[in-house]
């Protein structure tokens, strides 16, 4: 049991790790809620998906902000900063997801909305990882 405790202690200690948790935790709260917005709003409007989107974006991209900055990248600086700098990459990287690679699938590839997100969120997940590392939490030496 004891070693169980200690291999667990170390993997938690690597931050792709950490980051995989955070972006996972982050991710089931946006799909779900995306999920939920688009369902309610399929009547009301054309755009519900993109409505949906955004709502869910507003609160996992928060959840995604104050995980990664305490427990996967440790940042003890002022957080107004990286807010500016994490929201400024989360844009970019909602924009893409959202109004390019949700658009192609769903709308033109017709892959159903509860398989296109997923695979829109795997695309980016690299690249913000990288992101923010380098730039948004980057520890000053």
């Known amino acids: 049991m004891q070693k169980l405790k200690s291999l667990a202690k170390r993997l ?3 931050q792709p790790l950490r980051y995989l948790i955070s972006s996972c ?3 089931a709260a946006d799909y779900t809620l995306f999920l939920a917005f688009d369902r309610l709003l399929s009547g009301a409007s ?6 949906a989107a955004v709502i869910a974006f507003a609160v996992s991209s928060q959840i995604n902000f104050w995980i ?4 996967v990248f440790h940042s003890n600086k002022p957080p107004l900063p990286e807010i500016c700098g994490y929201y400024s990459l ?3 990287s909602f924009g893409i997801k959202t109004f390019v690679l949700l ?3 769903v709308r ?3 892959i ?3 398989i296109a997100k997923p695979l829109a969120e795997a695309i980016m997940f690299a690249f913000n990882f990288l992101v923010q590392k380098r730039y948004i939490f980057r520890r000053k030496k």
């Open 46 to 51: 054309f755009l519900s998906m993109e409505i």
């Open 25 to 27: 935790t982050a991710f």
């Open 90 to 92: 989360a844009l970019v």
């Open 112 to 114: 159903p909305k509860a």
């Open 108 to 110: 033109l590839l017709l």
């Open 103 to 105: 658009e192609i699938a």
């Open 12 to 14: 938690l200690g690597v």
């Open 68 to 71: 990664n900055r305490r427990w």
